[in-house]
């Protein structure tokens, strides 16, 4: 069974990637970098896109 990461992991990852594609890297190459799949990346990008850690942390404590 698949680890499922946390919502601060996903965050960073998403910040590794978009430091990957401004150093010029294509998206897929930045996924694959990542270690997930192209429906993982887009999915995480939807959902968590534009938040910081601490702003992930209390939106899961709030739905909670």
Avoid: C, N
């Amino acid at each position: 069974m698949a680890k499922h990461p946390k919502p601060e992991e996903i965050v960073t990852k998403l910040r590794q990637a978009d430091v990957l594609i401004s150093q010029g890297q294509s998206v897929a190459d930045a996924i694959r970098a990542l270690g997930v799949s192209s429906v993982t990346y887009y999915r995480w990008r939807r959902e968590f896109g534009g938040l910081k850690s601490d702003q992930v942390r209390r939106m899961k404590s709030l739905e909670t």
